[in-house]
């Protein structure tokens, strides 16, 4: 297709031009084009430069539709192979900040194939200027466009899940405190262009290093960053960094380089995937994850002058549970009593499973007193990332509905129930913290937690009072609340495609959308590939030619959807996903005739990847439907499934031979991969790592088993089942591919695979 010609002068020119100062008003709002920021009533958001530009490019063209092509020309100097995701991007970020609905919008509205509008009243305003607000009147927008604004404000999607969300957030100085004023502007009230008592808070990095920096906590006197830190080799290791002691009301610098007062506390243990200060600051607890299946919890002592020659190794305290997320917090006070409970609860809380049943438990530093506080559903991940209040008397937690996978905010007081407080149903929760409540508020303050909107990790506050939650502007993950009231959190930066890869050469993408596009499967004919995808909002079932053309969706479940396994016929594909009633998760399938999927099995249980027997109408696939993992076979006609025993308990993952021969599946807690041939011989293990390496992932062809491993760099090999010969296919320099990338066979010497766009995180500070 002919590339469209640029934009004349004449298509550019104003229907009106109400931004000739530094500024103008949209709706309710002041945007501060020279400063990067909105504002309304003390509220302030910031905006990116480009993002700007582009809402001052649709302010100048304010009622009439603004083509991609003149955004293009205009914002992003005619770079047409960067802008199309970039406006997109743009796009996204500004609704974002203005709270606007894109399915109701009351600010900016999309003109399907042509471009954008502006909706809201556009006004002329400049920083100098005192006046009130009425003593502009508003362009009023078209009265086609006027008619169709809402009279109440309405939800959005947030991750797959409904949230509403409110008009206001402050990112001042204390701006997590309660709100204090008179309540809304009236109509016609006046507001100073710059109110003189806001202090716009900017995020500080506390760490800028190669690789990614997904977890950390302040310790109680602002001195040391604990932090987790994965060099893009082995596992992400539990760091201790000395910050220096600030000058009162100053910002403390992070050190130039990794080597400035930073010390490794973990080698070897594993995964670090939470953190916490004792309130003394002497020492600290975390969790490491193993072999993805082994969860322990092991406490740090920290002498007064920390040397690695003076601080002890790490202690082990007890099992937790393996979830890839934060489960662990330290009580704020040693020792929270209420008046209904004379026994102090231990201070150390962390997600583990005991006698069956997952849940939060307590435990004292020296490995006493371990006591369930809660009990999770049942077959439900183990209740999750648990937050203390400010006076240590209340815990809340987010836990999961086995039924549909959601998760919501629950709360434990000692001697009363557990308390649900929200109904957000999320299927995203990457962190939760207390917002740091108003004088007297205690432990009825606001949540500050992270969610996924389009593949793009965002921080969020969750109102107690009114059940709203509010969008902070502010892209992260993990959050914690330091002593002095400051956030830390993870800014990550990820986006992943689609590539081809032949081996010994280059990945060459293939498929990327706006979102991220994930785990690729062929049809048996290598004519079509099925995939995963964020670019809905929610995540979908896709399907595009082998040449990344005719992309589309396959599903509309709005809820969870896993990784696809093509039948044998290529006629139909099984998944994990929402396909159950009331979007209850099960065993999925979807044939390819525009019917809906139907559900092979929804007991609310676990379940790993599934996949087809290569010569009969079953699918197979890992959980714990029975009470503990083992291998499962569906019926493709739904007539039921049947356990399947082997020798090891397997751990989700399972490849069958292209012949029916056998299958390899990984067992719990181990390196090596299994063999298991149906001649009913015994089982083999595979050892397919060499030391220092990491099995990313893995898939069985007609000419042996290829692995995708890690240690300094990714390494393609082939395993030939028979001789057990290793045979070299090719590298990759670290970084090429995300840290959990998965790969199909794309014939003999090539693979479809997981490509990193860009892959990084640093830690963050905001005041």
């Excluded at 104003?14 to 020279?34: E, H, I, K, N």
């Excluded at 403390?252 to 670090?272: E, F, H, I, K």
């Excluded at 830390?488 to 596009?517: C, M």
């Excluded at 006609?637 to 399947?644: A, C, K, M, N």
Aim: glycine share 10%.
């Amino acid at each position: 297709m002919a590339a469209a010609p640029p934009p004349s002068a004449d298509s550019l020119a104003p229907v009106a031009s109400p931004t000739g100062g530094d500024g103008f008003l949209l709706g309710d709002w002041q945007v501060d084009v020279s400063g990067n920021r909105l504002l309304r009533e003390g509220e302030v958001r910031p905006l990116r430069h480009k993002a700007m530009e582009l809402l001052a490019l649709l302010a100048r063209h304010a009622g009439r539709t603004v083509t991609r092509e003149e955004i293009v020309e205009a914002v992003w100097d005619g770079n047409q192979f960067v802008a199309p995701k970039a406006i997109n991007t743009a796009v996204w970020t500004i609704r974002q900040a203005l709270g606007d609905d894109p399915e109701a919008p009351r600010y900016l509205e999309t003109i399907a194939k042509k471009g954008y509008r502006l909706i809201a009243p556009v006004a002329p305003w400049g920083p100098a200027e005192t006046s009130s607000m009425a003593a502009a009147p508003p362009l009023a927008p078209p009265s086609s466009v006027a008619a169709r604004l809402p009279a109440a404000n309405r939800r959005w999607m947030l991750g797959g899940v409904a949230a509403a969300l409110a008009l206001l957030v402050a990112l001042g100085a204390g701006w997590w405190h309660a709100r204090s004023g008179s309540g809304p502007r009236a109509p016609g009230a006046s507001m100073d262009a710059r109110p003189t008592e806001v202090h716009v808070a900017q995020p500080e990095a506390l760490t800028q290093e190669p690789g990614v920096e997904y977890l950390g906590a302040l310790s109680p006197d602002g001195q040391h960053l604990a932090f987790a830190w994965w060099h893009g080799r082995g596992v992400g290791a539990l760091h201790l960094r000395r910050l220096g002691t600030p000058a009162p009301g100053a910002t403390p610098a992070a050190p130039a380089g990794p080597a400035a007062s930073t010390s490794a506390l973990s080698q070897g243990l594993g995964d670090v995937m939470s953190v916490a200060w004792a309130p003394d600051g002497r020492s600290l607890v975390f969790t490491t994850l193993r072999d993805g299946s082994r969860c322990t919890l092991w406490l740090q002592a920290l002498p007064v002058a920390p040397t690695d020659a003076q601080r002890p190794p790490p202690r082990e305290l007890a099992a937790c549970a393996p979830l890839a997320t934060p489960v662990l917090a330290w009580a704020p006070t040693s020792s929270p009593r209420t008046r209904t409970v004379d026994e102090p609860v231990p201070p150390i809380v962390f997600s583990a499973e005991r006698e069956g049943a997952g849940g939060l438990f307590a435990i004292h530093p020296d490995g006493s007193g371990l006591r369930r506080l809660t009990t999770s559903a049942p077959l439900a991940m183990a209740d999750q990332q648990p937050s203390w209040s400010s006076d240590g008397r209340a815990l809340v937690f987010v836990r999961e509905d086995p039924a549909d996978g959601t998760r919501d905010f629950y709360e434990w007081r000692a001697g009363h129930e557990v308390k649900r407080l929200s109904q957000l149903k999320l299927y995203t929760v990457h962190g939760l913290t207390h917002a740091q409540g108003a004088a007297g508020e205690g432990a009825d303050g606001d949540l500050i937690f992270s969610s996924t909107r389009q593949d793009t990790r965002m921080l969020l506050r969750w109102e107690r009072r009114s059940g709203r939650v509010l969008p902070l502007g502010l892209e992260g993950s993990a959050p914690s609340r330091a002593a002095d009231g400051s956030l830390v959190y993870a800014l990550s930066r990820t986006h992943v495609s689609i590539a081809r890869q032949a081996f010994h050469n280059s990945p060459v993408r293939v498929i990327q959308g706006v979102a991220s596009d994930r785990a690729p499967r062929p049809d048996p004919s290598g004519t079509w590939l099925a995939f995963v995808s964020r670019r809905t909002g929610s995540t979908e079932l896709w399907l595009a030619a082998s040449d990344g053309s005719n992309a589309r969706a396959l599903t509309a479940l709005g809820g969870v959807v896993g990784t696809p396994a093509w039948s044998p016929k290529g006629d139909r594909l099984a998944f994990i996903g929402s396909c159950g009633p009331g979007r209850r998760i099960g065993l999925c399938l979807l044939a390819l005739d525009g019917s809906e999927p139907r559900p092979l099995a929804t007991d609310a249980a676990n379940y790993g990847e599934p996949v087809w027997h290569p010569a009969r109408e079953e699918v197979w696939v890992a959980s714990d439907r029975g009470g503990r993992w083992q291998l499962w076979r569906f019926a493709a006609d739904g007539s039921g499934g049947q356990g399947v025993a082997t020798e090891r308990e397997p751990a989700g993952g399972l490849r069958w031979a292209a012949d029916g021969s056998g299958f390899v599946y990984r067992a719990q807690g181990e390196r090596a991969l299994r063999w298991r041939q149906t001649e009913g011989q015994p089982e083999r293990s595979l050892e397919v790592t060499a030391t220092g390496e990491e099995l990313v992932d893995w898939q069985l062809g007609k000419d042996g088993l290829i692995t995708l491993t890690r240690s300094d760099r990714d390494r393609w090999r082939r395993l030939d089942l028979r001789s057990g010969r290793r045979e070299a296919l090719g590298e990759l320099p670290l970084g090429t591919l995300p840290e959990r990338a998965r790969f199909a066979l794309a014939g003999t010497d090539a693979v479809w695979v997981e490509v990193a766009n860009t892959h990084g995180a640093d830690l963050m500070r905001l005041r």
